[in-house]
C-alpha cells in the first residue's frame, strides 16, 4: 500500500489539529459509514509510530497507517486530497 498525502490536504490538517512541524498523525479503522470497506471508515489523531505499515510526510506531517490497521486496506493504495467544493479532505482509494 502506497499513502500519498497532497499539501493542500496536510495544510488543512495542520490547521484542524493546531499542529507544528513534527507532528505525527494516525490513520485509523474504525466503525462508521464511507469508507473502503461497508460498516468501517477512517478516523485521524495524534499519535506516535509503533509498527507502521505506511507514511507519508507533507508539510511537516507525518501521516501513518499501523500494521493493525493494515487489512483495511486489501491491497489499495490511498490519496487523501482535498475536495475543492465542500472544502475538506478527500480520502482516494486506488
Same mark, same amino acid.
Given at each position: ?6 499539501? +493542500? ?11 507544528? +512541524? ?36 507533507? @508539510? ?13 486496506? @486489501? ?20
Amino acid at each position: 500500500m502506497k499513502l500519498n498525502v497532497t499539501a +493542500k490536504a496536510a495544510k488543512w490538517y495542520k490547521e484542524e489539529f493546531n499542529t507544528g +512541524k513534527d507532528t505525527y498523525l494516525r490513520l485509523f479503522v474504525r466503525y462508521g459509514f464511507g469508507g473502503l470497506i461497508p460498516g468501517f471508515s477512517l478516523g485521524i489523531s495524534r499519535d506516535t509510530p509503533d509498527n507502521v505499515f505506511a507514511s507519508d510526510r507533507a @508539510d511537516g506531517i507525518t501521516f501513518f497507517v499501523e500494521d493493525a490497521d493494515a487489512w483495511y486496506f @486489501d491491497g489499495h493504495n490511498l490519496t487523501i486530497q482535498m475536495d475543492e467544493k465542500e472544502q475538506e479532505p478527500a480520502f482516494i482509494y486506488e
